[in-house]
């Protein structure tokens, strides 16, 4: 593996990691803004730009863009998130020149055609509205919005259908206009690539790219508590969680390790106990999901109306347990699941390209993977004991949607981690 970074005069960074072994390649452009940036009244904004950037460019209309890439074999998407949004292409080794001159004209030189902008208004509102017929998706927005009340970093993604309703198109362009410039975004590619080569291309495709972009937000500022609602589901979906910590905490790897040994796969402590030995339910995983300051550490569960009022005793002792002593055979079964999980994604030049991007946004360097490795080797059953009598105490958040009769008070439930 081969990693390269040079940064051109515009302060664009260009990142490459080569592949000698693939016939193909990612290239995605990474650009540190999400739905952080947005403020209450354009919430939604990162997701739509996003949308629209497809939707034709001075030099090519939307089916233009479309039939160029398919015509090779290509693939294109986006991506929007909390603190990022990522527009990327896969193609083969012969097409990546065509592929960085799509990404480049759709992220300089989209238009924005009001009827293209009326037509995908109407299909985020439907997109939003198939999340809100899917319970286990919508439950993890109305957790964030209790989490982190009244701030962007708790609300969704897609926006909400009111707001979308009402945005006009001077919004979007002057949130690009704002937030993408060079020095806020990497150029990332994987697979076989030529780093001069690619540098040499990127400065000519971007050279109209504005050096300065915005990307500052508000302070994460963790609140908890709680959300119910009483809808006609057949399962309860209940998210229950406590503040995390930031992608730079020294805790980072002790908290992600704790996630997988609580909730990370058949053998963690969580699906033994709760699926296995109870039949309590059908899915539960733990998560730790961190921010540039912040995060949030919980576990989701979809469980039956009658089962609830024993899950959650027992999920909670669950939670408790790991605040004592910890098996050194668990730890070590924990470290190698996401061990593998590194190594294999290692084939894919998609998530190489991902990794790349997101490290260089985030750190400000890629992250070779062994480092990575030693990280998570370097958890002992102390720091997860510490981490976790850290992270389970305080305000718990409670999201729960579904038959909610077995679900027990906020207080009775916050008093067990008290």
């Known amino acids: 593996m081969s990693i390269r970074v040079s940064t051109l005069a515009n302060g664009l960074c260009v990142a490459t990691d080569t592949m000698n072994g693939v016939e193909t390649a990612s290239l995605g452009v990474y650009i540190g803004v999400g739905t952080r940036h947005e403020v209450a009244e354009t919430n939604g904004v990162a997701h739509l730009l996003e949308h629209m950037a497809f939707k034709g460019t001075t030099t090519r209309s939307a089916r233009q ?3 160029e890439i398919e015509a090779v074999g290509g693939q294109m998407n986006a991506q929007t998130g909390r603190e990022q949004t990522a527009y990327y292409v896969k193609v083969l080794k012969e097409d990546v020149a065509l592929g960085l001159d799509i990404l480049a004209d759709i992220l300089l030189r989209s238009v924005y055609d009001p009827q293209e902008f009326e037509r995908e208004r109407g299909v985020i509102l439907q997109e939003l509205g198939q999340v809100e017929d899917t319970p286990d998706d919508a439950i993890f927005d109305r957790f964030h919005e209790t989490a982190f009340p009244g701030q962007a970093l708790g609300r969704p993604i897609l926006g909400r259908a009111e707001t979308i309703a009402g945005l006009p198109r001077a919004t979007l362009v002057d949130y690009r206009q704002r937030h993408y410039g060079a020095r806020n975004m990497v150029l990332a590619a994987a697979g076989r690539i030529e780093h001069e080569r690619l540098v040499a291309m990127a400065a000519a495709a971007f050279a ?3 050096p300065a972009g915005e990307n500052g937000s508000e302070a994460a500022r963790y609140a908890g508590g709680e959300f119910r609602a009483e809808e006609d589901l057949e399962q309860v979906h209940f998210v229950l969680g406590f503040p995390g910590v ?35 339910c059908y899915t539960i995983s733990a998560f730790s999901a961190s921010y540039l300051d912040g995060g949030i550490f919980g576990v989701y569960t979809g469980t039956g109306e009658r089962e609830t009022a024993e899950m959650i005793p027992v999920l909670a002792e669950e939670m408790r347990a790991v605040t004592a002593p910890i098996d050194a055979e668990e730890i070590r079964r924990a470290r190698a699941q996401m061990k593998a999980g590194l190594l294999m994604s290692l084939e894919s030049t998609n998530a190489r390209m991902d990794a790349l991007g997101s490290n260089i946004l985030i750190y400000g360097r890629p992250i070779p993977p062994d480092e990575i490795s030693r990280c998570i080797d370097a958890v002992t059953p102390e720091d997860i004991t510490r981490v976790a009598r850290r992270l389970f105490v305080g305000r718990p958040t409670i999201a729960a949607m579904g038959p909610l009769g077995g679900l027990e008070p906020y207080a009775r439930l916050a008093r067990r981690f008290g």
Not at 250 to 275: C, H, K
């Open 65 to 67: 863009i479309a039939e």
């Open 208 to 210: 109209d790219l504005p």
């Open 246 to 280: 930031s992608f730079t905490d020294p805790d980072y790897y002790s908290a992600a390790v704790l996630a997988t040994l609580l909730g990370g796969g058949m053998s963690s402590r969580l699906f033994q106990e709760i699926r296995e030995r109870r039949g309590l």
